[in-house]
């Protein structure tokens, strides 16, 4: 037995203490999906359970469940407990959300990315739930001497309504215990649901409005020094020579250490360590090529011409749709890279012992992080504890796990608990970023428009397949080639919110609503008219939902008005990413001979709505943070150096330039499909499809706000053109 | 190490460090209180928002040594209970998604609605374009600014 794993029953002994002759229910988190059916072990109170338990009720009536999932602004800290409570009639008020520690043998799927925690886990907690509840009835049954079918459940009561009789779920809760527990139960019908679908708040909305700490900066520990780490300024650059000697001598300073890269200036605070970090004489040499954005922008332009090509899909015969069409559209549309800029900054706090190693922050893959941990300092993962703090913000940064290993290394190096804090420049200019990517799109049309040839090419700076090639339309045309290619680049690239289709979904939206235009369509009836022939008479796999693709363009330009607004000028854009569907419908209005962004009104599909409230969080949010990255947003480089260092230079979203959003939701009660990304991809298709509609100009890169309609000035680029051959 | 004495949240505290350590820092590495957030150490997210004097100021670029005759407030000095309308506004509009920049956000908006009970939706906008929220929970911090104007 190591010293984490008692950490963790220690933990776990405290809060079977709590609930002293309650029960607790066990549940198999590694049991896939399709075996969900309750995998109950039957617990006695104080009695050492192992690491297999989810939710506890205590004999005060106190429900405590654990949220497994990392937390970083999609509410699943409300949403998972919610469906339980919601199958457990559960008193809402008295429930307790307690964030779990990495435990790969209680719980499965620790992760938060790919939207996907509800998706996997829904059945899993309504399971939990309905069997917990089943028991208590059971029991209830039994003590007044009725069939449990007379029984009913509300608010945390078992009510028998012919005797007039009622019982607290805490009072039942030992009672419990000693009934067998059910195979299979039974889960409700969901017209039947009172808590899903409502509107519940934040359930650590207190701690976070009187300052708490939740966070991983937040954490402190008597006797944990402080570190920050300098990293090459240039991706490209590796160290040659340290000259630490004034830094040593600074007060609070307790050492400076060189691994690697990496010069790590160590103290007693973070002030101390930021001033003395600044006299550090690092001469650096170069390890690979210094990448410039302007190198980026010719090299894009020679690769889509001349790369040598992986083959993504590939339809009928593309060559002869070509040689045969009438017209031929050809567009290109580009992105710079992006940071993540979560508003915590990087931190990971690290402790290696002899006995095992302790490590502490914001992660949205703790096993990763573990497991990275481990093989780095050859350490078993059961001697390696991870406690999950909240995250502030994540966006795809905190999937990585380089500033966990790295605060382990030192750690281990230095022989101290430690908490490396990275300044906000540190990460913005030594990070990970949203690749940079240009696609090139041409369609085909014949004598009478009809779109019979379709071919899309991108090239990615380490983006892997820069594509998704079965995205929507595929499907819907006979010809068809989705083709990528990669330029590997010593800047680090990663997935960011909605990877890849954060910018995808744009290019397509923007080309389709190109290619209605030129057919003279309405761009609405365009996608419904393809949608309409993916349906009837499919090409290949189709791997979206045709329908739930077209009820959210329904209802989206149903809400917008589309078509019979006067006065404004619409935009639209339909988007499939991470199983859900979002339509958007952009208003443009000209304002001083600028396009000025009104609203934008979005209709989701994700399945069942669990959180009203924080689901049109994620809408609202996705939106803000699509339209703000589109319009604003962009990291360039000179000689693989960030030029943007931190918000004074790197550009933001704020207040007073928001549109006004206002989000609807499809009511089909589908499973639920998730929703932390899907609404982002189609807000700048939706809003560049508006600004063309107001202006009669394409924006074909971002940020948007480069643009001669936002500037004024004339294009700088020739890569803004749309040919029509 | 000079010798500083504060006033925050109404109580006296002494803190050790040197003359050009941000207020940010002390709060955080000296007193533990970590409500006041770091965002970007250079004023331009409003993450470490404070009150000095009942004005709204960014704590990470105020250096400790000027501070010797100022009241400040951080949030968890904001009130007693939690249940400062700004507070309870924050609570009845369900603001915070990752809710790491709210305590900053809280701190300006307050701030605003002592000097100002009555913004209108632009002095919010105005006002609020300091602070950084990168969630993009703008929508709801205004609806929540207007809220608490109802209750003060």
Known sequence: MTRSINKSRRDFLKITSLTAGGFMLGFNWLANEAKASAVVTKIAAGTDIGFNSYLSISTDGLITLFSPNPELGQNIMTSFPMVVAEELDADWSKVKVVQAALDTARFDRQSTGGSGAVPHSWKLLRTAGATARYMLVAAAAKKWNVDASECSTENSFVIHKASGKKLGYGELAQDACNIPIPEEVKLKDRKDFKLIGTAVKNVENSKIHTGKPLFGLDFYRDGMLHAMIQRPKAFGLKVKSVDAAEAKKMPGIIDVVTFGNNVAVVGKSTWEIMKARKTVKIEYEKDGNLESTSDHDKLFKTLLDTGTPTIQRKDGDVDAAFKNAAKVIKSEYQCPFLPHSPMEPMNFFAHVRADGIELVGPTQTPANARAAVSKLLNVPEEKISLQITRLGGGFGRRLKTDYVTEAAELSGIIKAPVKVTWMKEDDMTGGSYRPAVRYRFEAALDSKNNLIGYKLRGVGINAGNCTRQDNFPSGAVDNLLIESIEHISPITTGAWRAPITNFLAFAEQSFLDEVAFAVKKDPVQFRLDLLDRAKNNPVGDIKYDIDRMVGVIKLAAEKAEWGKKKGVSQGFSVYFSHRSYVAQVCEVKMEKGKPAVKKIYAAADCGEVINLSGARQQVMGGIVDGYGHAMFGKLSFTEGETDQKNYNSYRLIRMREIPEIEPHFVDNGIDPTGLGEPALPPTGGAVANAIFKATGTRIKNQPFNEHSVFTGKKLQSKMQGTKVN | ?152
């Open chain 2, 1 to 152: 190490m000079p010798s500083y004495q504060l006033k925050i949240n109404g109580k006296s505290y002494t803190a050790d460090v040197a003359a050009d350590t941000p207020l940010l820092w002390v709060l955080r590495d000296h007193l533990g209180l970590v409500g006041t957030k770091y965002g970007c150490g250079i004023a331009s997210c409003g993450a470490c928002t404070v009150h000095m004097n009942g004005s709204a100021v960014k704590s990470c670029v105020l250096p400790v040594s000027g501070l010797s005759n100022a009241e400040i407030t951080t949030i968890e000095g904001l009130s007693e209970n939690g249940d400062h309308p700004v507070q309870q506004a924050w609570e009845e509009v369900d603001v915070a998604q990752c809710g790491y920049c709210q305590a900053g956000q809280i701190m300006t908006a307050s701030a605003l609605l002592k000097k100002n009970p009555n913004p209108t939706e632009q002095e919010i906008a105005q006002t609020m374009h300091g602070n950084i929220c990168r969630c993009g929970a703008y929508h709801r911090i205004r609806e929540a600014v207007k809220l608490a104007s109802t209750k003060i």
